[in-house]
Nanobody, 129 residues
Framework: QVQVVESGGGLVQAGGSLRLSCAAS????????MGWFRQAPGKEREFVAA????????YYADSVKGRFTISGDNAKNTVYLQMNSLKPEDTAVYYC??????????????????????WGQGTQVTVSS
């Protein structure tokens, strides 16, 4: 059974930092893309960052580029999201997701939620002003 579990959320002041972790288990993820999405109250879930299955390519939403860094450790099936210079608008539940890099129609786009088959329960990040 595949499991994706996030950790590391919490309350931080504006300008501070947090590091989220995402541990995947239940199968081999070497050919999987891993992504982070977030959902703020009253808003739709949005893409934050993703890392390709071979840990070569990374993708970021414009709103977090230069402040957030995604990294991965294939040996541990773990992905990290280092979040610096946090802003109140970063407040949201952050979700980790895993999905095969290739689907029936070919290579999947890591920025879209439909590219991911497995999702974690989410971890709350609250940034106070």
């Amino acid at each position: 059974q595949v499991q994706v579990v996030e950790s590391g959320g919490g309350l931080v002041q504006a300008g501070g930092s947090l590091r989220l972790s995402c541990a995947a288990s239940g199968r081999t993820f070497s050919s999987y893309n891993m992504g982070w999405f977030r959902q703020a109250p009253g808003k739709e879930r949005e893409f934050v960052a993703a890392i390709s299955w071979n840990v070569v390519s990374t993708y970021y939403a414009d709103s977090v580029k230069g402040r957030f860094t995604i990294s991965g450790d294939n040996a541990k099936n773990t992905v990290y999201l280092q979040m610096n210079s946090l802003k109140p608008e970063d407040t949201a539940v952050y979700y980790c997701a895993a999905g095969p890099a290739r689907g029936p129609a070919g290579w999947r786009t890591p920025r879209t939620a439909t590219a991911y088959d497995y999702w974690g329960q989410g971890t709350q990040v609250t940034v106070s002003s």
